[in-house]
Every structure is written in C-alpha cells, then in structure tokens.
C-alpha cells in the first residue's frame, strides 16, 4: 500500500524527493533528445531538399535557353525559307519574262524578215535588182547546223556587204529528193534561217534586207542519184542584190579583185 499517490510505504521524504527529481530530469532529457533530433532533421530536410530545388531551377533555365534557342533556329529557317521562296520567285519571274522577250523577239524576226516561195511576190521593181556576187554553202544528210567550212564562206561572202549599197540578200534553201516533201520544205526553211542568224548576229544585217525562200526539193542543182548529187543539193544560196546599177557591179568587182 502506498501512503501517498506515488509514493511507497517506508521510503523516507529524501528518498521521493530524489525520485521525483530523477524522473523530471529523465523527462527533459527525452525532450531535449526530440527537439535535437526534431532540429537535425529540419537540418537534413533543408540540406537535401535546396540541392533538388537548385537543380530544378537549373534545370528550368537550361530548358528555357533550349526553348529560346529551338525558336531562334525555327525563326532563322523560316525567314531563310521566305528569303530562298523570294529568290526562286524573282528568278521565275525573270525566266519567264525572258522567255517572253526572247519570243516577242523571235516574233520581231520573223516578221521582219521575208518569206516567200519567190521574190517576185514582195519585191517591187525587181527588174532594177542585179545579182553582185553569190555564195553556196551545204550541210549535212537531215543537217541544219553550219560547219566551220560553211561559216568561213560566209565571212568571206559578207565581207563586200559594208560597201553594198541598196542591196538585199535572196536566200534559198533546198534538200536533197529523200524524205517527204513536206518535211524537207521545213528542212530548207531551217537550213536559211541557220544562214541569216550568223550574217545578222556577226554582221549586224537588218532583218528587212533578208528575203528567205524555202524550195525544199522542187530545185535540184545536181542529179539526186548519186551521193555527190545530193550533197550539192542540201545547199542554202545566198545572191547579193543591187539596184544601183553600175556602181554595185563596182563595188563586187572591187571587192572581187581585192582578195
């Protein structure tokens, strides 16, 4: 039996004193033990924690520095795309407007130059016109591309033409008897324009002086059963033409006797 609450039979007043003062410094020891304890955890929870959040602030810098590199590159690249489309775009339209100025130059040509099955039908007064000199130049089977041989003929025949006056040059194509007769009209054709773009190009003849006549095969010049034959017949002609009478035959005689 206890006498008093907390307290046994027999133990002296000293004794519970020392007891109860035991226990209260057991108590505040445990306390003292939790709050430590308490603190370093608080302690060991901040040290670990601020290493992950400064690693996750990193973390979102590296990702927004990524971010703003990816949207400079796209933004790079899509006003280098613009830039390249806008290239492409004027250089397109350069093309094509080239290619309409090359035609409406073609088309310039053609009209200006004559063409007809015979002079007869655009030269007036044709009866004034005498013949000066003239040049033969052939090509090969199905050709319409000058030769070396070709050019030089020509450049020796255009030589007279810087002291030719009131002239103008007849230019007749022809072929050989192979092939359709349709075909080799266009052939003949080609074969005289081949004639009049060198002198015009290298010598600066006005297309108007040009009178072009595509025979094809109706005008034979040598026999078309043989190989020589025909190659004499693949031929474009080209007859200087005056009407200044006397003074061209002068002229040509001069230039004639010169060479």
Known sequence: MFDRLGEKPGLKESETMSIHRLGALGLAASLAIAGATGCATKVYVRNQTAPLVE????????TADNNR?????????????KQAQ?????????????SH??????????????????LDSVVKGLDSYKSISNVSVTFGFDKS???????????SFAAQLGSAKSYIL?????TDSTGPAQYNYELSQRRADAVVQYLASKYGIAAHRFYLIGIGKDKEVATNTTA???????RVEVQLLSNMGDQGAQTASNH???R
């Open 55 to 62: 690693h996750s602030d990193q973390l979102d810098s590296k």
């Open 228 to 234: 020589e034959g025909r190659k004499q017949n693949r």
């Open 101 to 118: 100025a090359a035609g409406d130059a073609q088309t310039e040509a053609d009209n200006a130059v004559h063409r007809a099955d015979s």
């Open 170 to 174: 007849e230019v007749t194509g022809g």
């Open 145 to 155: 591309v000058l030769t070396k041989d070709d050019r030089d003929q020509l450049d």
């Open 256 to 258: 004639n006797g010169g």
């Open 86 to 98: 806008g290239a492409a775009d004027s250089a397109n339209e350069s093309a094509q407007n080239a």
């Open 69 to 81: 590199q990816i949207h400079d590159v796209d933004d790079r690249a899509q006003s280098g795309i």
